[in-house]
């Protein structure tokens, strides 16, 4: 028993250390990503390439127990790390052209699901008991990496050439030490599952279930903000006079809280309930200061940083409490609905981008519209989300 428990704990640790690395190349990538396709097929344009990369992500996470079923969550999350290692090189070897697009697709799509399997890695290693700690801590660390790494790629894609090739080989890097990490202490069938329900089954459940359905509702809402804000924000910023330098600060500086908040959110959240009047007020807050980025043009450093570092304090809180709410919520047979879960970026980005590259076909000069419409849809999502129940009361 003692020696399973020390087995469990080394597990995590591992999972922990590749969640370091990955985050540091995700947050490489990931705010300057939009601005390197934008080079390539201009501003416009740029959210269908995240349509189409997130519409075949969606079509391989319905079909995720199936693929782990045949060969296991490590060797499917191996797979899947291992495309977005390849494709990061490819990005950086073909920068300067078009077919950098194909591999920046890819890249969307392994980086996609690699988070979604190490989720479900992290799952099959974590103790119910304290599902708060240990996703706030498995946060933490993950964003711990993401926090340096955006004032390091900005300041490459500034200060050099060549810097989107840099910034490419150096996120590859990241990727490639995981996937050593898997090979030498991952390398047995673990998480093998067996699919029990159709997703039409999936899709019952849920709406006979409401709290569930609810929380998917919140889930649906903070990765519809990740989606646009990630896409739009560097290329507003951009437009309105900041440098990469800056907006390297400022999105520093706007990560902070990802980092210090959600490891005591989630200790909050193993002792006590309350996860739904954190995640409405947190929810509020996110959809004011999404607004006020539409409203706001001036290219004030110390302005930006506040508004910036506002929403992500609502989005940090949102994000723990959301995962700590649902995961309390569910048991070991609900597998399906917790796979299911797991669609929400992907939605939001296949239903979301779309709406938001109209809104762009008929304002072609106002990016600014797209973050008031996306405050005023969080804004409006929070209704049905009154309803809520508390983890104390039953489903």
């Known amino acids: 028993m003692r020696e399973n428990k020390n087995k469990l704990k ?3 640790a591992l999972i922990n250390l590749i969640a370091i690395m990955l985050g540091f ?3 490489l990538v990931l705010f300057v990503f939009s601005t390197f396709l934008a080079n390539q097929v201009g501003e416009k344009s740029v959210g269908w390439l995240f349509f189409v990369g997130y519409l075949v992500s969606f079509y391989i996470l319905i079909r995720m127990h199936s693929l782990i079923r045949k060969l296991g969550t490590t060797q499917a999350f191996f ?7 390849i494709s990061l090189i490819g990005m950086g070897a073909f920068w300067f052209h078009p077919i950098s697009i194909i591999f920046a697709i890819f890249f969307l799509i392994g980086n996609t699901i690699s988070w979604t399997v190490l989720d ?6 974590s103790d119910d008991k304290t599902t708060g700690r240990t996703r706030g801590l498995f946060l933490v660390i993950l964003n711990a990496g993401v926090l340096v ?5 900005t300041w490459l894609v500034q200060n050099s050439e060549n810097g989107f090739q840099l910034v490419f080989y150096i996120a590859s890097f990241f990727s490639f030490i995981p996937l050593i990490i898997l090979a030498l202490f991952f390398s047995e069938r673990e998480g093998v599952c067996v699919k029990r329900k159709k997703n039409f089954h999936i899709v019952k459940e849920l709406l006979l279930r409401k709290n569930i359905l609810r929380i998917y509702l919140v889930s649906f809402l903070l990765d519809l903000f990740y989606a646009v804000t990630v896409v739009y924000t560097p290329v507003y910023l951009l437009d309105i006079g900041l440098s990469w330098i800056e907006i390297g600060k400022i999105f520093t500086v706007m990560l902070i809280p990802f980092v210090i908040l959600q490891y005591p ?3 909050i959240a193993d002792k006590k309930t309350g996860e739904k009047e954190l995640i409405i007020a947190s929810l509020f807050v996110l959809a004011i200061f999404t607004i006020i980025i539409g409203l706001f043009n001036a290219p004030n450093v110390a302005i930006w940083m506040g508004i910036l570092l506002t929403t992500r304090i609502g989005a940090a809180t949102v994000e723990i409490m959301r995962d700590t709410y649902f995961y309390k919520k569910i048991g070991p047979k609900d597998i399906e609905i917790m796979d299911f879960y797991r669609t929400t970026k992907n939605l939001a980005y296949i239903f979301g981008m779309p709406v938001f590259i109209f809104l762009l076909f008929i304002f072609p000069s106002s990016l600014n519209y797209v973050f008031i419409l996306l405050g005023i849809i969080i804004g ?4 049905p989300i009154l309803k809520l129940e508390d983890t104390k009361a039953s489903n």
Do not use: T
């Open 120 to 125: 479900i890695l992290l799952e099959s290693h």
């Open 380 to 383: 409006v999502g929070i209704i």
């Open 149 to 153: 790494a955006p004032f390091i790629s």
């Open 265 to 267: 959110l989630g200790v």
């Open 25 to 27: 190349q995700l947050g």
């Open 79 to 85: 797979i899947f790390v291992a495309i977005s290692w």
């Open 10 to 12: 080394n597990k995590l």
